[in-house]
């Protein structure tokens, strides 16, 4: 029997089970759209899309690396329990280890993707069933290289990607480790917009005293210029002191080993995600036309 899109349509109303699904149970019964949804009901699919709604903003980074490739991907969950399931952090790093393999470019590609006898989104919904909460495949990024790529994940929440030109696997993986904890906004200055130093600019001089104010204009620039840089250290990776030895900057410990720091990417579970803050107590309240 031909499996049409409305007959697939009409499963997928009928279940909550994703598309894909619905067409692999359709084909698997020959068309028989009752047997179809009885193999939903078994395999643990039906309804597994019903919790698609959910904010799953907690979650887990995993990562996987073959020599100068390496991938990060965030996969979310609705509570921190399940992101620290057994279930759910094998398929984190499966998945991880799919988009490696595949070269899959983002996350929306990467759901077609093989992996283990089923695609990424098939397994995506297997593991809804099981978890019982909304999963999401939300990001991939990867960092393929010349020279020294390094991958660092820090308690399964910051993952970092780091390609350095020269140096040492060591030093990518300590660089790794400081974007992790120190959050950089922009590799260097001259990577910083000019409407952030124009702002920064404003800034200084409001917060210069009547008595700078007082001094010659090359001077008072000469200070603005000093208090720019100094903020511009701050924000950017290479004016950072060093976290593995804050006695250099993370630019002086890069070419202490004749490397430069090419390109750098750090990614946070949930973050962007506007986490739903429940009030059971009003809710109750309010069901029970008391507010």
Do not use: W
């Amino acid at each position: 029997m031909e499996i049409t899109a409305s007959l697939v349509k009409e499963l997928r109303e009928r279940s909550g089970a994703g598309m894909m699904e619905c067409k692999k149970a359709l084909s698997e019964n020959g068309g028989d759209i009752e047997a179809a949804m009885e193999f939903l009901r078994k395999t643990g699919l039906a309804k597994a899309d019903k919790k698609a709604g959910r904010v799953a903003a907690e979650g887990r980074i995993a990562f996987a690396q073959s020599g100068n490739d390496a991938v990060l991907v965030e996969i979310n969950s609705e509570t921190d329990f399940v992101a620290k399931d057994a279930n759910f952090m094998a398929f984190a790093e499966a998945v991880a280890q799919a988009a490696l393999t595949s070269g899959a470019a983002d996350a929306e590609a990467l759901k077609s993707v093989a992996m283990n006898g089923s695609t990424v989104e098939e397994a995506r919904a297997a593991l809804i069933a099981k978890v019982g909460e909304n999963v999401q495949v939300r990001r991939l990024v990867r960092i393929q290289g010349g020279g020294n790529v390094a991958a660092y994940v820090h308690g399964g929440r910051i993952g970092v990607l780091v390609n350095l030109k020269g140096g040492s696997a060591d030093l990518a993986r300590g660089v790794a480790m400081h974007v992790a904890a120190m959050n950089p906004q922009y590799l260097s200055p001259a990577q910083v917009p000019a409407e952030i130093v124009a702002k920064e600019k404003e800034i200084a001089l409001a917060q210069m005293s009547d008595k700078d104010k007082a001094k010659p204009a090359e001077i008072q620039e000469k200070m603005i210029a000093g208090k720019i840089n100094k903020t511009l250290s701050e924000m950017c990776l290479t004016g950072q002191a060093y976290v593995l030895d804050t006695n250099m900057t993370v630019e002086a410990a890069a070419k202490k080993e004749g490397a430069e720091i090419l390109s750098y990417v750090r990614i946070a579970v949930g973050e962007g995600i506007e986490k739903v803050k429940e009030d059971y107590a009003a809710e109750v309240m309010k069901q029970a036309g008391l507010a």
